[in-house]
Every structure is written in structure tokens, then in C-alpha cells.
């Protein structure tokens, strides 16, 4: 197998681990098989959906930041700190020249293993919604 590769499995493999931790607190937290089966099948759903979400919205994050959409709070950032330290006006650059280093500095990354992984927990945590929906949604106690 080609180093690349394995570098991408291992990514997957940690990604889904992360995904994985925060469906089990979730479960944990919830009490999971202590109630109704409807009531289980609810867990499985939010837990699902909970990773799910998160690592979607990280990478979400992941990919605007990479954009290029935060550098102007990193600016604004480095300024306000700079104006505490002595003699820290002395490296002041304009916004164009922190913006053009920033860019510049920018590490694309072409792999999406976070989103694939949070879509897929998304994926899995609808089902589950679905399956709750039609099969326990006012159904008589």
C-alpha cells in the first residue's frame, strides 16, 4: 500500500474514532438501555446526529478558515495584543501585506475524511430519526 494511502486510512481511522467517543457520551450520557425501545432508538439517533453535526460543522470551519475567511480577527487579533507590549508597534504591517503572508501561508488540504465522516454519522443518525418517526411516532402506549 502506498504511504499516501496510508496516511488517508489513518485519517479516516481517527475521524471516525473522534466520531465514534462523541456518539458513546452521548449514549452514556442519555443512559442508553435503561429505557423503552423507542426511547433507545431516540439515543441512537441523537448520538449519531450530535457527531454528526459536529464534524460536519468542523470541517465547515476547517474549510472557511483555509478560504482565507479569518485572517481579518487574526489581524485585528495581533494588533490589540501588540498594543500591550512595549515597542510591539515597531513590527506593524498594513492588512494587505498580513493578509498576502497569510495567504500565502495557507495549506490546502485535499482530503475531506472529517466531512465524509461527519456526513456519514449525519447519514446514520437520520436513519434512525426515520425509523423512530414511522414506527413509534404516536403510536398508542
Known amino acids: 500500500m502506498k504511504q499516501e ?32 425501545i423507542a426511547v433507545n432508538i431516540q439515543i441512537l439517533s441523537d448520538g449519531f ?22 485572517i481579518g480577527i487574526g489581524f485585528v487579533l495581533r494588533n490589540v495584543i501588540q498594543a500591550f507590549i512595549p515597542m510591539g508597534r515597531k513590527k506593524h504591517e498594513l492588512y494587505a501585506q498580513y493578509r498576502e503572508r497569510k495567504l500565502s501561508e495557507i495549506k490546502k488540504s485535499t482530503d475531506n475524511c472529517i466531512l465524509f465522516t461527519g456526513l456519514f454519522f449525519l447519514l446514520i443518525g ?12 404516536n403510536a398508542p402506549n
Open 49 to 70: 446526529f450530535v457527531s454528526g453535526i459536529l464534524l460536519t460543522l468542523f470541517a465547515g470551519m476547517m474549510f472557511i478558515s483555509s478560504e482565507g475567511a479569518l
Open 5 to 36: 494511502n496510508k496516511s488517508l486510512l489513518t485519517k479516516y481511522i481517527v475521524c471516525f474514532c473522534v466520531a465514534s467517543l462523541i456518539t458513546v457520551a452521548v449514549f452514556w450520557s442519555k443512559g442508553f438501555f435503561t429505557d423503552s
Open 126 to 137: 437520520t436513519i434512525f430519526t426515520i425509523i423512530w418517526y414511522t414506527n413509534f411516532y
